[in-house]
């Protein structure tokens, strides 16, 4: 009774760990997945987002394949991103893909990221590393630090220092932001809406 104890002790064990080696086997793949993608939009060039109609305001997004893909795989996508945000070729593409998957984490980054009105002429990219922010930031957090909740025509806010606007707004909310709690509908006019946070 004793040594069929024993084997079955070893049996779960050995079970447990086949299934953290896995588990953590598919994490390392996915990552390497999400890896493969990033680097793949050096060679996709997006054309950045367009707003179209008035009311309600549509968007345009002209997402490239790997940049669809890497909104498909949603949240766990979010850290290695957040890696390459710096990365100049492809920043635009980030802070806008971060805006479709991420959360409160994200939004210092892309702030962080974005271009100040002094330095619009000396960035190479500097208005569509801007937008993408102000589309990306909205969509996280449905703020209208930049575009009113509304409808009817567009009112753009912040049309020079959107980076001092969005700085302002994250001071008096860091604290408390949280993605999960937002209680604000996420239709409306104006709103870029996409990703994780899409309605139908």
């Known amino acids: 009774m004793l040594e069929l104890k024993r084997l079955f002790l070893t049996l779960a064990t050995l079970l447990a760990i086949s299934i953290c080696v896995f588990s953590q086997e598919s994490v390392n793949r996915r990552s390497l997945d999400i890896q493969s993608l990033i680097a793949d939009l050096h060679n996709h060039p997006w054309s950045g987002g367009e707003i179209i109609g008035e009311s309600p305001t549509m968007w345009n997004f002209a997402f490239t394949e790997p940049m669809l893909r890497i909104l498909e795989i949603g949240s766990p996508a979010q ?24 959360d409160e984490r994200a939004v ?86 996409y990703g994780i946070y899409r309605q139908q």
Not at 80 to 102: P, T
Not at 145 to 160: D, L, N
């Open 79 to 102: 850290e290695v991103l957040l890696a390459k945000i710096d990365d100049a070729q492809i920043k635009d593409q980030v802070i806008i893909l971060l805006g479709g998957i991420g």
């Open 108 to 193: 210092a980054p892309i702030v962080n990221a974005m271009v100040t009105e002094s330095d619009m002429r000396n960035v190479p990219n500097a208005q569509r590393i801007n937008q993408s922010a102000n589309i990306a930031l909205t969509n996280i957090t449905v703020a209208d630090v930049i575009w009113h909740h509304g409808g009817g025509i567009v009112i753009e806010r912040c049309p020079t220092n959107a980076k001092e606007c969005w700085l302002s707004w994250w001071r008096r909310n860091e604290a408390t932001f949280s993605v999960r709690t937002i209680a604000q509908s996420r239709r409306y006019s104006n709103y870029p809406n």
